[in-house]
């Protein structure tokens, strides 16, 4: 028997229980890790609350992101072996394959032999952020260089990767969030410029920053009533990407706005990525390169143990973080 994490009934941090439970073999296409870092993400909280895409079979493990060593090897795998290191590209389901254990059975498909330079902790912070960023950024917005690009919510791990990514092909990253206390640590993690939307004038501010070349894409998981100053500011043939919901408000769709500059309102999910073997490999070969390089180097905003797995999801949903949570097993 092994630990994993599961939860009985929905709702808060509270309903996280550690138990013991067999762990299956590894079925066809699958290997079983022993995991050593844990990656935490919003949708695990979704997931746990009952607000997620998936609906949970109670009781439900749970964890999209996970770097660990290869204990076993199930039929029809090919190229890995017992005792490689890996990490875990998400897979779409977390109820068919969570990885909140000491041991995992997790598809082979979605292994990674991570550069050997990162750590567990920085190996399991890698592929939810960084391949998020890329798709949008990269895969759909055509990001290049000397492009302004608005990223939101930006001391998120997401953000922060959309930073490093934007730095890497030459773009100039303007990070917006709430208020001006994350301001000097998001200069520090390469944006050219900050905003705090509850201080400033965003619109305004946007406009003051890009000049008459406007913002051509802007990366957002939040929604609601920022859509308008966003776009209000965007170039024409700008392309704004939304890969979230976070705001409680409605979010109005800027008809003229987008009609007079032609702009591109694009829902993402970074499954799209993740799903077409094609584009994975681009992102992948892409976001090692930059790990190799130093370029794209994972923030951890908090480590905490496996046992204090109660107190990693309060962190989580409280906010504060700047940067990835990890859980160390």
Same mark, same amino acid.
């Given at each position: 028997?092994?630990?994993?994490?599961?939860?009985?009934?929905?709702?808060?941090?509270?309903?996280?229980?550690?138990?013991?439970?067999?762990?299956?073999?590894? *079925?066809?296409?699958?290997?079983?890790?022993?995991?050593?870092?844990?990656? +935490?993400?919003?949708? &695990?909280? +979704?997931?746990?609350? *009952?607000?997620?895409?998936?609906?949970?079979?109670?009781?439900? *493990?749970?964890?999209?992101?996970?770097?660990?060593?290869?204990? #076993? @090897?199930?039929?029809?795998?090919?190229?890995?072996?017992?005792? &490689?290191?890996?990490?875990?590209?998400?897979?779409?389901?977390?109820?068919?394959?969570?990885?909140?254990?000491? +041991?995992?059975?997790?598809?082979?498909?979605?292994?990674? #032999?991570?550069?050997?330079?990162?750590?567990?902790?920085?190996?399991?912070?890698?592929?939810?952020?960084?391949?998020?960023?890329?798709?949008?950024?990269?895969?759909?917005?055509?990001?290049?260089?000397?492009?302004?690009?608005?990223?939101?919510?930006?001391?998120?791990? @997401?953000?922060?990767?959309?930073?490093?990514?934007?730095?890497?092909?030459?773009?100039?990253?303007?990070?917006?969030?709430?208020? =001006?206390?994350?301001?000097?640590?998001?200069?520090?993690?390469?944006?050219?410029?900050?905003?705090? $939307?509850?201080?400033?004038?965003?619109?305004?501010?946007?406009?003051?920053?890009?000049?008459?070349?406007?913002?051509?894409?802007?990366? &957002?998981?939040?929604?609601?009533?920022?859509?308008?100053?966003?776009?209000?500011?965007?170039? $024409? *043939?700008?392309?704004?990407?939304?890969?979230?919901?976070? $705001?409680?408000?409605?979010?109005?769709?800027? +008809?003229?706005?987008?009609? $007079? #500059?032609?702009?591109?309102?694009?829902?993402?999910?970074?499954?799209?990525?993740?799903? &077409?073997?094609?584009?994975?490999?681009?992102?992948?070969?892409?976001?090692?390169?930059?790990?190799?390089?130093?370029?794209?180097?994972?923030?951890?905003?908090?480590?905490? =143990?496996?046992?204090?797995?109660?107190?990693?999801?309060?962190?989580?949903?409280?906010?504060?973080?700047?940067? #990835?949570? @990890? @859980?160390?097993?």
């Amino acid at each position: 028997m092994t630990r994993v994490v599961r939860f009985h009934e929905l709702g808060g941090p509270e309903v996280l229980r550690i138990e013991n439970v067999d762990v299956p073999e590894p *079925g066809r296409g699958e290997v079983r890790i022993q995991v050593k870092a844990l990656g +935490l993400n919003r949708a &695990d909280a +979704l997931l746990r609350s *009952g607000n997620y895409i998936e609906t949970a079979t109670l009781p439900s *493990g749970l964890g999209l992101e996970a770097a660990g060593v290869i204990e #076993k @090897v199930g039929e029809g795998v090919e190229g890995f072996v017992p005792g &490689d290191a890996v990490s875990l590209v998400p897979p779409r389901s977390m109820i068919r394959w969570p990885c909140y254990g000491e +041991l995992a059975n997790v598809p082979a498909a979605l292994l990674v #032999k991570h550069p050997a330079s990162l750590s567990w902790e920085e190996a399991a912070a890698v592929w939810m952020q960084y391949l998020t960023a890329y798709g949008g950024l990269i895969d759909i917005g055509g990001l290049g260089r000397q492009d302004f690009v608005v990223i939101t919510a930006a001391s998120s791990s @997401v953000g922060l990767a959309a930073i490093q990514i934007a730095n890497e092909v030459g773009a100039i990253p303007i990070a917006v969030t709430r208020t =001006s206390t994350k301001r000097q640590a998001l200069l520090e993690a390469g944006a050219a410029h900050v905003i705090a $939307s509850a201080e400033e004038d965003l619109e305004a501010r946007l406009k003051e920053i890009s000049g008459p070349q406007g913002i051509r894409v802007v990366f &957002d998981p939040v929604g609601g009533p920022i859509f308008e100053p966003l776009t209000a500011a965007m170039s $024409s *043939g700008g392309i704004l990407v939304e890969y979230g919901g976070l $705001s409680a408000e409605k979010t109005p769709f800027p +008809l003229f706005t987008a009609l $007079s #500059k032609s702009l591109t309102l694009r829902g993402f999910l970074v499954h799209e990525v993740i799903g &077409d073997p094609v584009r994975l490999e681009a992102a992948k070969a892409f976001i090692i390169a930059g790990l190799i390089s130093g370029s794209l180097h994972p923030v951890i905003a908090r480590t905490f =143990s496996f046992d204090q797995i109660v107190e990693a999801h309060r962190f989580l949903v409280s906010n504060e973080q700047f940067g #990835k949570i @990890v @859980v160390t097993v």
